[in-house]
């Protein structure tokens, strides 16, 4: 019972992970509109569930006509994008400040510990905004200061497993048999901490994208006519009080994905935690 | 004690200042600051006298150590677009964020501690379960969709609750909620993890073997050992809350610090930008340090760390 319920988590975050995955690579063939196309006659037409819905339009259009479906589909891969180079271009910072830092304590340890605690104290979303602010918005410079900004997870995780692995005695016995620092960062201590690390690698990436969809809703992050899920619901929330389709269906889009993300990260933990627990 | 008070006060002036430096960093970035402060249609002898006027045309170690100077006797310099002060501008706000926040907190900490509760007295059980999910669905929920969801529900279609403002304090119940949201999933977590712990402990055994009634036991023995890491969480997350509370007071039109920092950003306002960066920054450094002391009162082992 209670694992069913578990395993029934993480198939469906599964799932939802690999259906985003799949939107994402294969979007421009799977859009049924251009997703860019205005047809101001035809604006805010219903989704399929309401009446008077236009088949071909199968979520409605938007405030320009434009095909809701086409634009959902083009902002999962925007989604994705950044979910996956965030957690990417963090991971490689903050691991590698982790791993000194828990492999060669001390000094170097101490300089870690103080650039995490300095990350943390810098309020996020605020900064994020004022470098998309002062430096104008385009894809390149947000997935930069998003990966800038979001590696202090996989510091404080790389740093406080590496402290444990360091002292084991398979590490002891690669220094005994003469092999190098390096050899036994990359050899030893990185394998033994990488399933801890690609379970952050999945909370970061929903953070990320959560972070995204924010910055682009508040006019700072993705640049129009881009379709970000954040951006779409921007720019519905003029028209959400005469039809709230228009913000729910990018927003459930937005929080089915993040809560995939999450089930599939929160099953991965479990997985290996129990992996780590069978072996002798 | 007192060596580490002493420890824990540096590492906290140090961080202080290196996100001075940071911030004075960032608000340059965007290259010659006089020319977006012109304008479009400035000439190049407006943009001269825009650079001497506010001392832009000093080398950017000296504009960084006068606006430093300035900052420790409390003076963050003048706005660009309002002509005021920035520390009274920032003074003038805070009370909105800060009630904002703190409602957030409250509203946080009576969810989360009642769900931790029932969830570790359940422990693995359908309502644990449940709990859990929760706690999993407000991780995924964005937080500004979620205000214009409220908004749509209780301010239009029931019409119970503004949808904008500060003017009574019911204008504070949605934004506190949906800022509460981003908090309750971490402390219910730690709620019950804490709760599982304390009562497996030898002290609760005595305790029931006492003939202590359930309620007692829980609430009075429990309770209060779980509660110590909540209690620091809670201030670290009122740090989080002040500094994510940006989103919710644009939504919201609540002309908090957040907002400020929002119209600020907008305007190229550079002496404000930087200043609300450094003032919640020194805010959440405030709080961890208070953690940090509260931690070390309540169990003396930290001391050494």
Same mark, same amino acid.
């Given at each position: 019972?209670?694992l069913?319920?578990?395993?029934?988590g *993480?198939?469906?975050?599964?799932?939802?992970?690999?259906?985003?995955?799949?939107?994402?690579? !294969?979007?421009?063939?799977?859009?049924p509109?251009?997703p860019?196309?205005?047809?101001?006659?035809?604006?805010?037409?219903?989704?399929?569930?309401?009446?008077?819905?236009?088949?071909d339009h199968?979520?409605?259009?938007?405030?320009? @006509?434009?095909?809701?479906l086409? /634009?959902?589909?083009?902002?999962?891969?925007?989604?994705?994008?950044?979910g996956?180079?965030?957690?990417?271009?963090?991971?490689?910072?903050?691991? *590698?400040?982790?791993?000194l830092?828990?492999?060669? @304590? @001390?000094k170097?340890?101490?300089?870690?510990?103080?650039?995490?605690?300095?990350?943390?104290?810098?309020?996020?979303?605020?900064?994020?905004?004022?470098?998309?602010?002062l430096?104008?918005?385009?894809?390149?410079l947000?997935?930069?200061?998003?990966?800038?900004?979001?590696?202090?997870?996989?510091?404080?995780?790389?740093r406080?497993?590496?402290?444990?692995?360091?002292?084991?005695?398979?590490?002891?016995a690669?220094?005994?048999? @003469?092999?190098?620092?390096f /050899?036994?960062?990359?050899?030893?201590?990185?394998p033994?901490?990488?399933?801890?690390?690609?379970?952050?690698?999945?909370?970061?990436a929903?953070?990320?994208?959560?972070?995204?969809? *924010?910055?682009?809703?508040?006019?700072?992050?993705?640049?129009?006519?881009l379709?970000?899920?954040?951006?779409?619901?921007?720019?519905?929330?003029?028209?959400?009080?005469?039809?709230?389709?228009?913000i729910?269906?990018?927003?459930?889009?937005?929080?089915?994905?993040?809560?995939?993300i999450?089930?599939?990260?929160?099953?991965?933990?479990?997985? !290996?935690?129990a992996?780590?627990?069978?072996?002798? | 004690m007192l060596?580490?008070?002493?420890?824990?006060?540096?590492?906290?002036?140090?961080?202080?200042?290196?996100v001075?430096?940071l911030?004075?960093? %960032?608000?340059?970035?965007?290259? +010659?600051?006089?020319? $977006?402060?012109?304008?479009? $249609?400035?000439?190049?002898?407006?943009?001269?006298?825009? =650079?001497?006027?506010?001392?832009?045309?000093?080398?950017?170690?000296v504009q960084?150590?006068?606006?430093?100077g300035?900052?420790?006797t409390?003076?963050?310099?003048?706005?660009?677009?309002?002509?005021?002060?920035?520390?009274?501008?920032?003074?003038? =706000?805070?009370?909105?964020?800060?009630?904002?926040? %703190?409602?957030?907190?409250?509203?946080?900490l009576?969810?989360?501690?009642?769900?931790?509760?029932?969830?570790?007295?359940?422990?693995?059980?359908?309502?644990?379960r449940?709990?859990?999910?929760?706690?999993?669905?407000g991780?995924?929920?964005?937080?500004?969709?979620?205000?214009?969801?409220?908004?749509?529900?209780f301010?239009l279609?029931?019409g119970?609750?503004?949808?904008?403002g500060?003017?009574?304090?019911? $204008?504070?119940?949605?934004?506190?909620?949906?800022l509460?949201? $981003?908090?309750v999933?971490?402390?219910?977590?730690?709620?019950?993890?804490?709760?599982?712990?304390?009562?497996?402990? +030898?002290y609760?055994?005595?305790?029931r073997?006492?003939?202590?009634?359930?309620?007692?036991?829980?609430?009075?023995?429990?309770?209060?050992?779980?509660?110590?890491?909540?209690?620091?969480?809670?201030?670290?997350?009122?740090?989080?809350?002040?500094?994510?509370?940006?989103v919710?007071?644009?939504?919201?039109?609540?002309h908090?610090?957040?907002f400020?920092?929002?119209?600020?950003?907008?305007?190229?306002?550079?002496?404000?930008?930087?200043?609300? &960066? %450094?003032?919640l920054?020194?805010?959440?450094?405030?709080l961890?340090?208070?953690?940090?002391? %509260?931690?070390? &009162?309540l169990?003396?082992?930290?001391?050494?760390?």
């Amino acid at each position: 019972m209670k694992l069913g319920w578990r395993l029934a988590g *993480t198939w469906l975050g599964a799932a939802i992970v690999g259906i985003a995955a799949f939107c994402a690579i !294969f979007a421009p063939l799977l859009v049924p509109h251009d997703p860019f196309a205005q047809d101001i006659p035809n604006r805010l037409q219903v989704p399929f569930w309401m009446d008077g819905a236009n088949p071909d339009h199968l979520l409605g259009t938007d405030q320009l @006509g434009r095909d809701y479906l086409a /634009r959902l589909i083009l902002g999962c891969r925007i989604s994705m994008l950044i979910g996956v180079t965030v957690s990417i271009v963090s991971g490689l910072i903050g691991i *590698t400040l982790g791993v000194l830092g828990g492999f060669m @304590g @001390g000094k170097v340890d101490d300089a870690v510990l103080f650039a995490i605690t300095t990350r943390l104290s810098i309020p996020v979303v605020l900064v994020a905004l004022a470098v998309v602010g002062l430096l104008g918005s385009s894809m390149i410079l947000l997935l930069l200061t998003l990966s800038l900004l979001l590696w202090d997870r996989f510091a404080v995780v790389a740093r406080s497993t590496t402290m444990q692995v360091r002292r084991l005695d398979f590490v002891d016995a690669a220094w005994c048999a @003469g092999c190098s620092r390096f /050899r036994i960062l990359t050899r030893e201590i990185l394998p033994n901490i990488a399933s801890h690390l690609v379970v952050v690698a999945t909370l970061e990436a929903a953070l990320a994208i959560l972070l995204e969809a *924010t910055l682009s809703f508040l006019g700072l992050g993705v640049p129009p006519p881009l379709p970000s899920w954040g951006l779409m619901i921007a720019e519905a929330k003029d028209y959400m009080f005469f039809s709230p389709w228009v913000i729910v269906i990018p927003g459930v889009a937005l929080f089915v994905l993040v809560l995939g993300i999450n089930l599939l990260g929160d099953g991965l933990r479990d997985f !290996f935690g129990a992996r780590a627990r069978s072996e002798p | 004690m007192l060596r580490f008070l002493v420890r824990r006060l540096i590492v906290a002036l140090l961080v202080a200042m290196t996100v001075m430096v940071l911030a004075f960093v %960032l608000t340059r970035l965007s290259g +010659d600051l006089a020319i $977006s402060i012109a304008g479009p $249609s400035a000439t190049q002898a407006d943009v001269d006298a825009v =650079r001497k006027a506010y001392g832009l045309d000093r080398p950017l170690v000296v504009q960084f150590f006068d606006w430093m100077g300035q900052a420790l006797t409390g003076h963050l310099g003048e706005s660009f677009f309002f002509k005021e002060p920035v520390s009274q501008l920032i003074g003038e =706000r805070m009370s909105v964020t800060l009630t904002l926040g %703190l409602t957030g907190l409250v509203i946080a900490l009576a969810l989360s501690i009642p769900l931790g509760i029932v969830a570790a007295v359940n422990e693995n059980t359908a309502l644990d379960r449940v709990v859990q999910l929760v706690a999993l669905l407000g991780q995924a929920m964005p937080s500004f969709w979620l205000a214009l969801l409220l908004m749509i529900v209780f301010g239009l279609r029931l019409g119970w609750l503004p949808i904008s403002g500060t003017d009574s304090w019911e $204008s504070y119940i949605m934004p506190g909620v949906v800022l509460a949201f $981003s908090a309750v999933p971490a402390l219910t977590r730690l709620t019950r993890a804490g709760m599982i712990q304390a009562i497996a402990a +030898d002290y609760i055994r005595t305790a029931r073997a006492k003939g202590l009634s359930r309620t007692s036991i829980l609430l009075k023995h429990a309770l209060r050992n779980a509660a110590i890491p909540v209690v620091a969480v809670a201030a670290v997350q009122l740090g989080f809350m002040l500094g994510g509370s940006i989103v919710i007071e644009q939504v919201f039109a609540l002309h908090g610090v957040g907002f400020l920092a929002w119209e600020s950003i907008q305007k190229n306002d550079f002496p404000v930008v930087q200043s609300v &960066v %450094l003032v919640l920054a020194v805010i959440y450094v405030a709080l961890t340090m208070l953690a940090d002391i %509260l931690n070390a &009162v309540l169990d003396p082992r930290l001391r050494g760390a």
